[in-house]
């Protein structure tokens, strides 16, 4: 997940590709760090001691950690600590970056300094971003404090990446009374607080969705792809209602709908969450149901 932030940056600088952030992307899926680009990420090796390991491993039979120790560069627990670090997703793109010669360590790190001030990201969201924990990586992107609507958008966003894709990319979420769109599938939720969750998109975007919830290809936003989608709505508001009720809160769910060509309107707040799934524009819209309304009805 790091690898779609960050590389996407580099990607819009000019720093790759679009086929090298493809290629990368794929790599990093596959294949684990390897112990000594991690060391030098986490700074506990230079460089050149990285290196002089590497050589020493054409010539020895030991294991990269073993001559670490040996050498009197690492200790046992800090050869522990690398191994358990090897899924993570920074150092996965740091290795894959590193691999086919794209960028040194040093030319990640200082671009990656240039993206957090860029985007104004503390040295905390920062290490969110890396851990590739999409706990951690709401809140930088979702105000997860407003009252319902905050946790309503938090489950919606992790059901994405545990039922859609675990490489959703976030952008900073926004608030407006009017919203046009081209496709939106939603759900709305009444009883101690009424709710409307929808996901919305220009064109066919919203086939990213469909797609991988029913395992089967689309060739446009027709009413069999629309019906994928509001399966996967109910699917995850059913969780949320759970939740509530859980809290004892109560909510019923009404059939899930689809509208295309429209507008939302409100006297109150629209949230947007925009998404990127494989690259395409995709909108989670939430809001309070109170007086919202499309261009033919109220909701």
Excluded: W
Aim: aromatic share 10%; glycine share 6%; charged share 25%.
């Amino acid at each position: 997940m790091f690898g779609q932030y960050f590389g996407r940056y580099l990607l819009e600088k000019n720093k790759i590709s679009k086929e090298v952030f493809n290629a990368v992307i794929a790599q990093q899926k596959s294949s684990p760090a390897k112990l000594g680009v991690i060391a030098v990420a986490e700074k506990l090796l230079t460089p050149k001691q990285a290196d002089d390991i590497n050589e020493l491993q054409k010539r020895m039979d030991l294991r990269f950690g073993d001559i670490a120790i040996e050498k009197g560069y690492l200790l046992s627990e800090e050869v522990t600590y690398l191994l358990n670090m090897q899924g993570n997703p920074y150092l996965r793109f740091v290795q894959a970056m590193t691999d086919n010669n794209i960028l040194t360590i040093e030319e990640i790190e200082q671009y990656l300094e240039e993206y957090q001030k860029e985007y104004r990201f503390t040295n905390n969201e920062i290490n969110s971003l890396k851990s590739g924990d999409i706990d951690r990586i709401i809140p930088m992107f979702v105000d997860v404090n407003v009252p319902f609507l905050g946790e309503c958008i938090s489950l919606a966003i992790r059901n994405l990446v545990r039922f859609i894709n675990r490489e959703v990319v976030l952008q900073k979420s926004f608030v407006v009374s009017e919203y046009s769109f081209g496709n939106l599938a939603y759900q709305c939720m009444d009883g101690d607080h009424d709710l409307f969750v929808g996901f919305a998109s220009k064109g066919d975007e919203l086939l990213h969705i469909a797609e991988p919830f029913a395992k089967e290809t689309f060739d446009t936003m027709d009413e069999d792809a629309f019906d994928s989608v509001c399966e996967f709505l109910n699917c995850s508001n059913g969780l949320y209602a759970s939740k509530l009720s859980q809290e004892d809160i109560h909510i019923d769910m009404a059939p899930p709908l689809y509208k295309q060509n429209q507008k939302l309107a409100t006297d109150g707040d629209i949230i947007i969450v925009p998404l990127l799934l494989n690259g395409a524009n995709v909108d989670l819209v939430v809001a309070i149901k109170s007086n919202l309304k499309t261009d033919e009805e109220v909701l």
